[in-house]
């Protein structure tokens, strides 16, 4: 599932440790100021300053709480997936992560790292 976002931003990817996504990942991980969330989160971006500025503490708190779901914002798109095939109730909760994350994005970010350009596929 996605959400279309205001405009484009950098590329960040967060999936929960463990959770078998079914790719193999050999990107580094970003690391945050919360033990929590690093021993939870796997956290891969092009440029960590951004990464850190997304996921800010009230953010990664939400997170914590929130059903695993694997979730990149890639462009002007904010994907989630999970592995397997969820009960259809799930699929209103990570619906919900996913909007949460959206609005989180703090103002800032979309005025320092907003592009004007999708990245090719």
């Known amino acids: 599932m996605s959400l279309k976002l205001p405009m484009s931003l950098p590329l960040l990817e967060v999936r929960p440790q463990g959770l ?3 790719t193999t990942v050999t990107l580094p991980n970003v690391t945050l ?3 929590a969330f690093n021993r939870r989160f796997w956290v891969h971006a092009d440029d960590p300053k951004f990464a ?3 996921l800010h503490p009230r953010l990664m708190q939400a997170l914590l709480a929130a059903p695993p779901l694997c979730w990149r914002i890639w462009g ?3 994907y989630g997936w999970w592995p397997g095939e969820p009960a259809p109730a ?3 909760l990570y619906l919900a992560v996913l ?3 959206r609005d989180e994005v703090p103002e ?3 005025h320092d790292y907003g592009l004007t350009a999708t990245p090719s596929s």
């Open 99 to 101: 909007h949460r994350i």
């Open 108 to 110: 800032y970010v979309w």
């Open 20 to 22: 078998d996504s079914g």
């Open 33 to 35: 100021e919360s033990e």
């Open 52 to 54: 850190s500025d997304v």
């Open 76 to 78: 002007d798109d904010l």
């Open 90 to 92: 799930r699929i209103l």
